[in-house]
């Protein structure tokens, strides 16, 4: 079951520098923040007060050790620090914000607390050097990551695998979008009426399917992104009438279609494009009980615990 618990934070939460330490030990200390804003997403001071308030009293006791996975320049990792942990495990892969969360830690003067594996936070390196029991795991994947069916899939398997590294009163948590939704590719039939197979396209797909000719290569900005798509699935979508002229000149595209590049009969007379549909993916976790949701306006942090044995 999902229990979802709205927030009075706003909805429009402020990202911008400097991100700092709220409380504990490092009480408004400012952390460096990486040269391009864009590299990370950093966690809103009022969410994060949010996360630690609800984990009052499980790392109280001076030997709680956290995972902060996509650690980015290490600012809830840090924030467990002050506030008591006896030791962080930070997961990042970008080299240049790895040199900015090593900068910060030494600022700090937390080196012996604190340990970094440079890596992807969801290979098997990443899990294999983390430590054991875990108190608490953070996640904080991108935002793009878990809005695709293959890449939300390949998260909730790491979560998975950390929450079996949990101590009994420890929690996995789960940052992401809200709502998260996955969209749903329409059912197309052949001319038979059978279901035509298809694959799921990532944008990372979409992205490298640039049509073959120099042109295209020299400006892959101009990439059309719905015949990409219909390169990868094998499915010709219809056109829309603007794109008849261009058609009509592109004998590729009309082969592609099976189209009489002279017949505009045949592109008006194509089906309805199906309706876009979206769906929410399961939450839930084979070997966990929850997730319990608090949501912040556009983001959801989901904290499970490890079911245990009956």
Same mark, same amino acid.
């Given at each position: 079951m999902v229990f979802l618990h709205d927030s009075i934070i706003p909805t429009q939460a402020t990202y911008d520098p400097p991100m700092r330490i709220?409380?504990?030990e490092f009480r408004r200390r400012v952390l460096l923040g990486p040269k391009d804003a864009s590299t990370t997403r950093p966690i809103p001071d009022r969410v994060k007060e949010s996360i630690f308030n609800i984990l009052r009293g499980h790392f109280d006791d001076g030997q709680a050790v956290f995972v902060d996975a996509f650690a980015g320049t290490g600012a809830f990792g840090?924030? @467990?620090i002050s506030r008591g942990a006896a030791r962080c495990h930070?997961?990042?892969q970008n080299?240049?914000?790895v040199k900015v969360l090593r900068t910060n830690i030494e600022t700090l003067d937390c080196e012996d607390r604190c340990d970094v594996f440079q890596g992807d936070a969801l290979g098997a390196g990443a899990l294999a050097s983390s430590p054991r029991p875990i108190t608490v795991a953070f996640l904080d994947p991108p935002y793009l990551l878990v809005q695709e069916p293959i890449g939300y899939r390949r998260v909730m398997a790491q979560l998975q695998q950390y929450v079996d590294l949990l101590t009994d009163d420890g929690f996995a948590i789960l940052r992401t979008p809200w709502p998260l939704q996955h969209e749903v590719v329409p059912q197309v039939l052949d001319q038979s009426g059978s279901p035509i197979p298809q694959r799921e396209v990532s944008a990372k797909d979409k992205r490298g399917m640039v049509k073959k000719g120099r042109s295209w290569r020299?400006?892959?900005q101009s990439m059309d992104m719905r015949r @990409?798509?219909?390169q990868l699935t094998g499915v010709v979508g219809p056109r829309a009438s603007s794109d008849l002229a261009k058609g009509q000149e592109d004998p590729d595209v009309d082969a592609a279609e099976g189209v009489d590049s002279g017949n505009e009969d045949a592109h008006t007379m194509a089906a309805p494009a199906p309706k876009v549909e979206y769906i929410m993916p399961s939450l839930l976790l084979p070997n966990a009980t929850g997730p319990e949701t608090h949501t912040y306006g556009t983001m959801a942090v989901h904290m499970?615990?490890?079911k245990r044995a009956q």
């Open positions: 709220i409380a504990g840090l924030e @467990a930070f997961i990042e080299r240049d914000v020299r400006r892959p @990409a798509e219909e499970y615990m490890k």
